[in-house]
């Protein structure tokens, strides 16, 4: 198990931001991710407009993850419309 940092900007709708997140946990739930760390930093301007949106939902995880699981998230998140984007950041301590 390896630690990593994890942000995701989600669309700003209450209602996409509490469906993306959901999304989010459930399938670090399915993976075995434990999560040590959720920290919501709330909704921002983007520097930019990403998939037609001004705003984004920023949310930061710290995580626990097997190597081999982080890279099969890729897809999963690319196919949901309520992620607009997201990072993983191997964390050494």
Not at 69 to 75: M, R, S
Request: hydrophobic content about 45%; cysteine-free; glycine content about 4%.
């Amino acid at each position: 198990m390896r630690n990593y940092e994890f942000t995701v900007i989600l669309k700003a709708t209450e209602d996409n931001t509490k469906a993306g997140l959901e999304f989010v946990t459930s399938i670090f739930a399915a993976a075995n991710v434990e999560i040590t760390k959720q920290d919501d930093m709330g909704v921002k301007f983007l520097a930019y407009d990403i998939k037609k949106q001004d705003k984004g939902h920023y949310v930061y995880f710290e995580l626990k993850a097997d190597p081999s699981t982080i890279l099969g998230f890729e897809q999963e998140f690319l196919l949901n419309s309520d992620i607009l984007k997201f990072l993983f950041v191997n964390a050494e301590k």
